[in-house]
């Protein structure tokens, strides 16, 4: 999993000339490659799991997702959709894998899980063909919603994420409200857009340029959620739900983003609980991001808050 910790700050001298040696060196793509591994999908006898491969436009390669869907979904009325987003080094079938997921889509959720490789799920700064916010808005909740039974509507569809996947998801809620009636973050990476520069981990910052541009530039800003904060509506971004582990070095951003979402009235939560930056503490968290979820959906009358 990829380290989403604090780095320290360094003379503005030196971090200029290692901006010009990226520079100079070239475009990193987001798709950075991790080790497969195996595949051991945590499933129950009342769900089963598809996986589709189709062509993107927008990143102009075949890209996977994975559905975990309620075995009797074709005999009941179309069903919410719940987008799952992993964490940097992982893929997309880490949700299956590693989370206790399957019981809600038992429950009647219809559960997508798309492939964002290193991207964290917006459009590259650097490279055209890394453009995976519009692939996700776009191409791939037509593609589901063409392929399975969901509701095509904003009060039935939400986002989940994980540390990248987190910053995922409240980006999506903050720059694409129209989409979700719910979202959800657990220990997401807030800071990366503007987190500074560190002699340690040259390469994780390189990469952060490439996606978001330069400090201070337009697009770093504009994938910055404690500057879009500050100029969305609070009346029509979804419902926020946000979460983190107490021994984080995250906790510290996620609840400076939960204080401006209070100074400017946001519907929102933000919980705590002991725990790091791992699958232990993102599954305690699923119990009550799903009843949360389920308050703020339209999902069917069959569907329960889960215990």
């Not at 360094?10 to 010009?20: D, E, G, H, K, T």
Request: aromatic share 10%; with cysteine.
């Amino acid at each position: 999993m990829q380290d989403d910790s604090f780095v320290m700050r360094i003379p503005r001298a030196f971090l200029c000339s290692v901006a010009l040696f990226a520079c100079l060196a070239g475009p990193v793509s987001c798709r950075r490659r991790t080790p497969v591994q195996p595949d051991h999908p945590r499933l129950s006898s009342q769900v089963r799991l598809v996986d589709v491969t189709f062509h993107s436009a927008a990143l102009d390669r075949d890209v996977p997702y994975r559905v975990m869907i309620p075995v009797n979904a074709a005999s009941v009325a179309k069903l919410p959709a719940v987008y799952l987003l992993h964490g940097g080094g992982a893929d997309f079938r880490s949700w299956s894998n590693d989370s206790d997921v399957a019981q809600y889509a038992a429950r009647g959720l219809v559960l997508v899980m798309p492939e964002g490789e290193s991207s964290y799920y917006v459009n590259s700064a650097t490279n055209s063909r890394d453009r995976y916010e519009d692939y996700l808005v776009r191409e791939l909740i037509p593609d589901v919603e063409h392929r399975f039974p969901v509701v095509s509507d904003r009060s039935s569809r939400a986002v989940v994420g994980v540390s990248m996947g987190g910053y995922g998801a409240v980006y999506l809620a903050l720059t694409h409200p129209e989409l979700f009636a719910f979202a959800a973050a657990i220990s997401p990476a807030l800071d990366v857009p503007s987190r500074s520069f560190s002699i340690h981990r040259i390469g994780q910052w390189r990469h952060f340029r490439s996606i978001f541009g330069p400090i201070g530039s337009a697009t770093e800003r504009a994938g910055d959620p404690y500057v879009l904060e500050k100029s969305a509506d609070p009346a029509y971004v979804p419902y926020l739900y946000l979460a983190c582990g107490e021994q984080e070095a995250l906790l510290g951003p996620d609840r400076r983003f939960a204080v401006g979402l209070a100074k400017r009235h946001f519907l929102f939560e933000f919980h705590t609980a002991p725990g790091g930056h791992d699958w232990k503490q993102w599954n305690a968290q699923l119990p009550g991001l799903f009843r949360a979820l389920l308050r703020h959906i339209e999902a069917p009358p069959e569907s329960s808050p889960p215990r």
